[in-house]
């Protein structure tokens, strides 16, 4: 050995360099790596069920959710109990407009929760909610927030625009009379 002092500082640099690197930031980076996949597989996941709803394809959307999936409206009080009632929902707004077609604006996911901003369109070519057809094609906006657990859909809340809705199938809102 020529020079101890050179092969004494390369040791010294090689466990700096290897063995003293910081373990919380690594396990910190770690968990920030494993959330983000999380949430890019989450956000996958309600890109593929809304595929599947575009295309009526309802078995697909049984085997994304629970069984005891939940939707909520808050603002119109619809909770539609099953998974089941959901899809009769979606059969017959697929008669109503065969051509229904939603497209997501804007999908972010943080934890289980992935929030969408979606448009919907479709021309009203069948019966829908005992509206017989017009012909009007309509287009409304609407924000959801889905939950997801083991890779499942648990339930969403979501507020489309309704009135917009109506009021583009024809129907008009009237104040209610006064009775004097």
């Not at 479709?122 to 005992?130: F, L, V």
Request: charged share 30%; with cysteine; aromatic share 10%.
């Amino acid at each position: 050995m020529k020079n101890p002092i050179l092969v004494v500082s390369l040791v010294l640099l090689f466990c700096f360099a290897f063995g003293c690197q910081n373990k919380a930031e690594k396990a910190e980076l770690e968990k920030f790596r494993t959330q983000a996949e999380l949430e890019a597989q989450n956000k996958a996941l309600i890109e593929r069920v809304i595929a599947a709803w575009n295309k009526g394809d309802f078995d697909s959307i049984r085997e994304h959710a629970v069984p005891e999936f939940v939707r909520y409206i808050p603002s119109n009080k619809i909770d539609m109990g099953s998974l089941e009632e959901i899809i009769e929902y979606g059969k017959a707004l697929h008669i109503g407009f065969p051509d229904i077609n939603f497209t997501i604006e804007e999908l972010y996911a943080a934890g289980d929760r992935v929030a969408y901003r979606y448009t919907m369109r479709g021309t009203h070519q069948g019966e829908w909610a005992g509206i017989p057809a017009t012909g009007n094609k309509v287009e409304i906006s609407g924000v959801g927030i889905w939950r997801i657990e083991n890779g499942k859909v648990v339930d969403s809340r979501e507020e489309p625009d309704v009135l917009g809705f109506v009021q583009q199938l024809g129907m008009e809102l009237k104040p209610k009379e006064v009775k004097k």
